[in-house]
């Protein structure tokens, strides 16, 4: 028996995989990922995602990438008027 009920499933995790890369290649990623203001991991699933989508390859399920940072404002919200 479990204490989660099949209600309140948590979303699959995200996979895990060890990468081995030319140093050089790494470090022109990197660099690439810093000018887009991406981490270098999240830059690699940038660019699978494109490669796949591009190939006709991207299953329909799979979920987009998480947005990182500040949530944006609601549109309703107005600023607070200049005194």
Same mark, same amino acid.
């Given at each position: 028996?479990?204490?989660?009920?099949?209600?309140?499933?948590?979303?699959?995790? =995200?996979?895990?995989? !060890?990468?081995?890369?030319?140093?050089?290649?790494?470090?022109? !990623?990197? =660099?690439?990922?810093?000018?887009?203001?991406?981490?270098?991991?999240? &830059?690699?699933?940038?660019? !699978?995602?494109?490669? !796949?989508?591009?190939?006709?390859?991207?299953?329909?399920?799979?979920?987009?990438?998480?947005?990182?940072?500040?949530?944006?404002?609601?549109?309703? &919200?107005?600023?607070?008027?200049?005194?």
């Amino acid at each position: 028996m479990t204490d989660e009920s099949p209600a309140r499933r948590t979303p699959p995790r =995200r996979k895990q995989m !060890l990468l081995r890369l030319d140093p050089a290649v790494h470090d022109a !990623l990197a =660099r690439w990922a810093s000018d887009e203001l991406r981490s270098a991991n999240a &830059q690699i699933e940038f660019l !699978l995602r494109r490669a !796949l989508a591009e190939a006709g390859r991207l299953p329909g399920t799979a979920r987009p990438i998480p947005r990182r940072g500040r949530p944006p404002k609601a549109a309703d &919200q107005e600023p607070p008027a200049p005194e």
